[in-house]
């Protein structure tokens, strides 16, 4: 793949968080009544983005409990992201624990706040050194290809499409004088969300991208990094799947708070219970018995479509992918 491609490819993980939240903003704009024109409101939403992009670190620690790491808390971890930022040629991020127990990573951060990289409890309690190492490594890559700053951009289009698009059928129904003008809006407006759906289908598409490029990037800098984030997925998967389980079981609220930003993670917890079912990890819980099988395994026609509409790609793909790597 040529260098122009592979650097398009490197996406960061905030669509989700964009787009929801400006949806809310639009409406609470469409049903106000401002008398908004629709350059005012593409100004607004480009303001809105980039504030908030600015600011998410904040909300991000705050919702996943995400403290620095002091250099005496664990040097080992310490030293392991200074060796890897050095074979990155990046500038070392700062270390974050997130206090919670599912097991997953993230990178993250903004001119505000410089470059963060989380990993949470349950991941240091799961996972072994050699496994920790390589999800390391594949944050590093999010940060090294800024992967942030390009989904700042990609992102905008298709928010940009959809809000304008919801005021303009909003207006053509419920506001208009003239019944014509207003219908002609209303089409308009319901094209424009159209046209945003491909565009995000599009933007999903290269999240997958940017998920094989960051496991490529781990496998670049660890050594015998292909084998050692396999099981480490395998790993979060599964215990991701007993959390999900064990929570809606004791009917606990928290999961929901917790995959607020789940684009950001490794692996997307919400789809935890899936991955587990196609990796069998209800027969064996043994890493490399579960891989082994995972490696064995063709995608149904289902699990190629499902795949379409998911910011991480299928565990299946991902864990072929990477022993083309090994």
């Known amino acids: 793949m040529s260098v122009w491609k592979l650097h398009f490819s490197m996406i ?38 980039i504030a908030q992009w600015l600011l998410s670190p904040y909300l991000v620690g705050a919702i996943y409990k995400a403290k620095e790491m002091g250099p005496n808390e664990n040097p080992e971890i310490h030293k392991m ?14 270390l974050m624990l997130a206090q919670i127990p599912m097991p997953n990573a993230f990178a993250y951060g903004s001119p505000l706040t410089g470059n963060r990289v989380a990993i949470t409890q349950g991941l240091l309690k799961s996972l072994d050194k050699g496994e920790v190492e390589a999800v390391i490594g594949h944050e590093l890559g999010h940060l090294k290809h800024r992967d942030v700053q390009i989904m700042m951009t990609v992102s905008f289009l298709p928010a940009l499409f ?61 050594e015998n990094g292909a084998e050692k984030l396999s099981t480490g997925l395998v790993t979060i998967v599964n215990e991701s799947k007993n959390q999900n389980r064990y929570r809606r079981s004791h009917n606990r609220g928290e999961q929901k708070s917790n ?12 789809r935890a219970e899936t991955d587990a079912e196609e990796l069998h990890t209800d027969k064996t819980t043994n890493k490399k018995d579960l891989l082994r099988d995972a490696l064995s395994k063709n995608l149904t026609g289902a699990e190629k479509f499902a795949e379409l509409f998911s910011t991480h790609p299928n565990i299946i793909k991902r864990l072929k992918a990477l022993q083309t790597q090994a």
């Open 162 to 222: 959809y809000y304008i698009g919801f005021s303009l059928m909003f207006s053509g129904m419920v506001g208009g004088r003239n019944r014509s003008s207003g219908g002609n809006n209303a089409i308009i407006g319901i094209a424009f969300m159209a046209f945003s759906w491909i565009l995000n289908m599009f933007t999903l598409y290269l999240s997958r991208l940017r998920e094989y490029y960051a496991d490529r990037h781990s496998v670049s800098i660890v």
């Open 259 to 270: 995959t607020s930003f789940k684009t950001l993670f490794i692996s997307d917890p919400d």
């Open 12 to 49: 960061g993980t905030l669509a989700v968080i964009f787009g929801l939240s400006t949806l809310v903003f639009t409406v609470i704009l469409t049903l106000a009544d401002v008398g908004l024109g629709i350059i005012t409101i593409g100004v607004l939403v480009v303001i809105f983005n």
């Open 81 to 94: 992201v200074k060796e890897l930022s050095l074979k990155s040629k990046i500038s070392p991020p700062k």
